[in-house]
């Protein structure tokens, strides 16, 4: 079955710093991979996603992601962080049994510094 | 963009009764939506898969009998906690896919049982 880890439960950045967030998957085929956003207590918001095509992609609120095959990686990346920024950040795979579910990482919990 | 909507937002209720929670798509159709129970500081435990015209699809360990899905319409799905106990408080998140797994969530609803 699938899995997906993200190493980094929480990071923390100083305002203007640059970002990166891990996130590694298992999949057996081609991935369809996604990082959402969580604010506290809201639902999730879709960042970027990766289906096909180019491996860099690039998302909302000037996030980007690289799909690496060769390290079963899906890094988001951001050149410069902002206050709010700060949330709770998920990557996600879908199913590979094809029934649209997702499956989630833990998380990444980020917190901005002023 | 797609919009999925939830209601309520927030709910208290007494231990041994029961609580419905409503999932909407807005302004699309929905043959599928997804209900998501997420613990504090913790990721999203895909409970069951809301299926219009059919019965929910559970994961292993829910309790289809405790958690009462129906999908009456393409636009709104419902879940019902039934004899809540504290242990069941936690935030409930719902989705609709939209094809190609891509996913939009709702809000979430936050129930404390007490």
């Known amino acids: 079955a699938q899995s997906v880890t993200q190493p980094d439960i929480h990071i923390t950045v100083s305002e203007g710093a640059s970002l990166e967030l891990r996130c590694n998957y298992s999949?057996?085929?081609?991935?369809?991979l996604f990082w959402y956003v969580q604010s506290p207590g809201q639902g999730l918001q879709l960042l970027l996603k990766?289906?096909?095509?180019?491996?860099l992609v690039q998302g909302i609120k000037g996030f980007e992601a690289e799909f690496k095959r060769s390290q079963s990686s899906f890094n988001l990346r951001k050149p410069s962080v902002h206050w709010s920024d700060a949330a709770e950040y998920f990557c996600?795979?879908?199913?590979?049994?094809?029934?649209?579910?997702?499956?989630f990482g833990k998380g990444t919990k980020l917190t901005v510094n002023p | 963009g797609a919009v999925v909507s939830q209601h309520p937002s927030r709910v208290i209720c007494k231990s041994g009764t029961s609580v419905k929670i409503e999932c909407r798509s807005l302004?699309?159709?929905?043959?599928?939506m997804f209900w998501y129970r997420q613990f504090p500081k913790q990721s999203l435990m895909l409970m069951a898969t809301s299926n219009e015209g059919s019965k929910a699809t559970y994961e292993q360990g829910v309790e289809k009998d405790k958690f009462l899905i129906n999908h009456a319409s393409l636009t709104l799905s419902t879940l019902t906690v039934t004899s809540a106990h504290p242990e069941d408080s936690s935030f409930y998140i719902c989705?609709?896919?939209?094809?190609?797994?891509?996913?939009?969530f709702g809000p979430g609803t936050r129930l404390t049982v007490t």
């Open positions: 996600a795979v879908g199913d590979e049994g094809g029934s649209e579910k997702l499956v």
């Open positions: 302004d699309f159709q929905a043959t599928t």
């Open positions: 989705s609709a896919p939209t094809g190609t797994y891509e996913q939009y």
């Open positions: 990766y289906f096909s095509g180019d491996t």
């Open positions: 999949y057996g085929a081609t991935p369809y």
